[in-house]
């Protein structure tokens, strides 16, 4: 309930004050430098991986995509972003609720933890399941004694995306969920719900988008790992290439068209993402955390 | 329902925030918590909630033990300062929360749980509001959708923390009154916090005096205002006035002089003076009054405030006059307080 009087001293965003407007001709070198970059780093690029796909046509545009080998990586990568990323929710969705809700010694510990996957390299993650899992891993000669193989192979895989991608979820749920504090669980509590109940009828429902939003941006990485995927792949075509992987591949066969081809997808992706976060940033800017821009 | 709160001690983290409260509530009475912010007015309301566990003492609802249940098998009211409304749901959905969440054969159906938010929303005279979001309504609004979602349970003990807190002025007097209507028809047994006196004094039945911990005085407005049993609570309500003194003979003496009251139980000695600003008797001659020189003068509403310097050592005492009284032009003023009490020297 803000009152009026205090509203008016704050900045107004529409129209700056004279003071702080610099002179036309500043104003658009300051713009045109930042439309000048954005242009020749992501448009071009991204006006690129499309016409050089489409550079021999539609024909060889859909046959590029329809060879086995570039199907079975669409396929591997579904599969993986479809384990990956609910096991994230789940981890997301707990450690969030642990942060937020409880008190407990080692808490600023779990929430630097957390983050750790955005401050290590990608291909570092992927070491280190090999140092695990490898042949001379510390756990190689236990799995291959239990025929389980990981390594080079879909569990790897999946692994090394949960890996880079669970500080998704969590981060977006953690201060949301700061904000929101106790009180509505404490009134589902003392209206007679049991812990589970006021979960899924007060906790879930009111952190939802913000939840989307984790989702969304978790399965754009899942999608795109390149680093630490390709350390414990072994790109095998057909059985562990991902389509990251699968473009790398394609491009280092001088096969351009379907390199550009199967890149065209992962960035029809990113736009995709790109656009649905926009609308849910529009829509629930408020009910999504104010740390945004991973 | 009646309330019992035996020896309770509540630490957090070491930390004391109540020291061996006990407090008797009656059924069906409208009890109010009253204390500054730190005084564990609401860890005692929270306490007897469910919502924390004491460290030691217990609580009774009636004759069984409620310390060791958990706050849903307790089935208290509670009803939160920021209202705490669950904002996905309609107002309906709001009030109905409590029954549907319900197990088995005691979960009334979807018609008989509308049926009962409507009734409710009636009580709380908002009809027509059912479909309405929580964004939708005003604080006020708000916080009777609160207390309807709060009795919907038919809690055994209705306890409200803060419940006008978060509202102006204007919307906080009418829906003190309210409340006290919604009180005398249903009947709970209701505890409400409170930092603001003269909302526990105008609302409840008894006051509960509370300070860094403890409770200060259990009474009724009458008693806590007239007869107040601590400096504390002489100086936390309403308005009142100190003066350094000392017994002697069975009298009270300021510096060389007694003052012309009778004290014949206190212990002789130094002692505080405490009497309240308003409840004095102003004399014209000075044989056993006090006396003192007008330091300053000042216009409050209906009333004059003079502030004066007594004796050698110019302590300052404020009393307070009718406005057109003549004394408030003179220098000097002599008066006696009506209605007073000793206090040892703290």
């Given at each position: 309930m803000a009152d009026p009087e205090i509203k008016s001293y704050e900045p107004h965003h529409e129209s700056q004050s004279a003071a702080v407007t610099e002179s036309r001709p500043v104003r658009w070198v300051v713009m045109g430098t930042a439309f000048v970059f954005l242009a020749v780093f992501l448009l071009l690029p991204l006006i690129v991986v499309f016409h050089e796909a489409l550079a021999k046509g539609i024909g060889a545009y859909t046959e590029a995509l329809s060879g086995p080998d570039t199907r079975s990586a669409i396929r591997l990568t579904l599969l993986v972003a479809a384990i990956s990323v609910p096991l994230n929710v789940i981890f997301g969705i707990s450690a969030a609720w642990a942060i937020a809700k409880f008190?407990?010694?080692?808490?600023?510990?779990?929430?630097?933890?957390?983050?750790?996957?955005?401050?290590?390299?990608p291909v570092i993650s992927g070491l280190v399941y090999v140092l695990l899992f490898g042949a001379q891993g510390l756990l190689g000669e236990w799995l291959r004694a239990h025929g389980i193989v990981i390594l080079f192979a879909v569990p790897g895989i999946v692994l090394a995306t949960i890996f880079v991608t669970f500080p998704f979820v969590a981060r977006e749920l953690i201060p949301l969920m700061q904000e929101q504090g106790n009180?509505?669980?404490?009134?589902?509590?003392?209206l007679g719900a049991t812990g589970w109940q006021a979960f899924w009828y007060v906790t879930l429902p009111n952190v939802k988008w913000g939840l989307l939003y984790g989702v969304l941006l978790c399965n754009a990485?899942?999608?795109?790992?390149?680093?630490?995927?390709?350390?414990?792949?072994?790109?095998?075509?057909?059985?562990?290439?991902?389509?990251?992987?699968?473009?790398e591949i394609l491009y280092n066969e001088y096969n351009a068209v379907g390199?550009?081809?199967?890149?065209?997808?992962?960035?029809?992706?990113?736009?995709?993402?790109?656009?649905?976060?926009?609308?849910?940033?529009?829509?629930?800017?408020?009910?999504?955390?104010?740390?945004?821009?991973? | 329902m009646e309330v019992r709160v035996a020896n309770v001690r509540k630490e957090f983290e070491r930390f004391p925030a109540l020291h061996d409260v006990s407090l008797d509530i009656r059924s069906g009475e409208l009890i109010a918590l009253l204390g500054p912010s730190g005084s564990g007015k609401t860890t005692l309301l929270r306490l007897i909630a469910g919502l924390e566990r004491p460290t030691r003492g217990a609580i009774f609802f009636g004759d069984e033990d409620a310390s060791q249940k958990s706050i849903q098998e307790r089935n208290v009211g509670f009803?939160?300062?920021?209202?705490?409304?669950?904002?996905?749901?309609?107002?309906?959905?709001?009030?109905?929360?409590?029954?549907?969440?319900?197990?088995?054969?005691?979960?009334?159906?979807?018609?008989?749980?509308?049926?009962?938010?409507s009734e409710l929303l009636d009580l709380v005279q908002l009809s027509g509001l059912e479909k309405r979001y929580p964004a939708q309504l005003s604080g006020?609004?708000?916080?009777?959708?609160?207390?309807?979602?709060?009795?919907?349970?038919?809690?055994?003990?209705?306890?409200?923390?803060?419940?006008?807190?978060?509202?102006?002025?204007?919307?906080?007097?009418?829906?003190?009154?309210?409340?006290?209507?919604?009180?005398?028809?249903?009947g709970h047994t209701t505890v409400f916090v409170t930092h603001d006196q003269e909302e526990a004094l105008e609302l409840a039945d008894r006051v509960v005096v509370m300070s860094q911990g403890r409770i200060e005085q259990v009474g009724t407005a009458d008693d806590i205002y007239d007869t107040p049993n601590s400096p504390f609570?002489?100086?936390?309500?309403?308005?009142?006035?100190?003066?350094?003194?000392?017994?002697?003979?069975?009298?009270?003496?300021?510096?060389?002089?007694?003052?012309?009251?009778?004290?014949?139980?206190?212990?002789?000695?130094?002692?505080?003076?405490?009497?309240?600003?308003?409840d004095v008797e102003l004399l014209d001659g000075c044989s056993g009054c006090i006396a003192g020189t007008v330091a300053a003068s000042r216009r409050v509403a209906?009333?004059?405030?003079?502030?004066?310097?007594?004796?050698?050592?110019?302590?300052?005492?404020?009393?307070?006059?009718?406005?057109?009284?003549?004394?408030?032009?003179?220098?000097?003023?002599?008066?006696?307080?009506?209605?007073?009490?000793?206090?040892?020297?703290?």
């Open positions: 008190e407990f010694k080692g808490k600023a510990f779990l929430t630097t933890l957390i983050d750790l996957p955005f401050s290590v390299s009180g509505d669980e404490e009134a589902a509590l003392s990485r899942a999608m795109g790992e390149f680093g630490a995927v390709s350390v414990v792949s072994g790109h095998i075509r057909g059985l562990t290439n991902t389509m990251p992987l699968h473009v390199a550009f081809a199967v890149a065209s997808l992962l960035a029809g992706l990113a736009l995709v993402t790109l656009v649905l976060k926009t609308l849910l940033e529009m829509r629930y800017g408020a009910e999504i955390a104010a740390t945004r821009g991973h | 009803v939160f300062q920021h209202y705490a409304l669950f904002r996905h749901m309609t107002v309906a959905d709001n009030i109905g929360f409590g029954l549907k969440v319900r197990h088995g054969a005691t979960r009334p159906s979807a018609q008989e749980i509308r049926r009962r938010a006020g609004q708000r916080q009777r959708v609160a207390l309807a979602r709060a009795m919907a349970i038919e809690p055994r003990v209705l306890l409200l923390d803060e419940p006008f807190g978060a509202l102006d002025a204007q919307v906080r007097r009418e829906l003190r009154r309210w409340l006290r209507e919604i009180h005398d028809r249903t609570v002489y100086s936390f309500i309403g308005e009142s006035s100190s003066l350094p003194v000392k017994v002697e003979n069975g009298e009270v003496w300021i510096a060389d002089r007694p003052i012309g009251l009778q004290a014949p139980h206190a212990p002789p000695g130094e002692a505080v003076l405490y009497f309240r600003p308003h209906g009333t004059r405030r003079v502030e004066l310097e007594i004796g050698g050592e110019r302590q300052r005492v404020e009393i307070e006059l009718p406005v057109d009284h003549p004394a408030a032009q003179k220098s000097r003023v002599a008066f006696r307080p009506r209605r007073w009490k000793l206090f040892p020297v703290s």
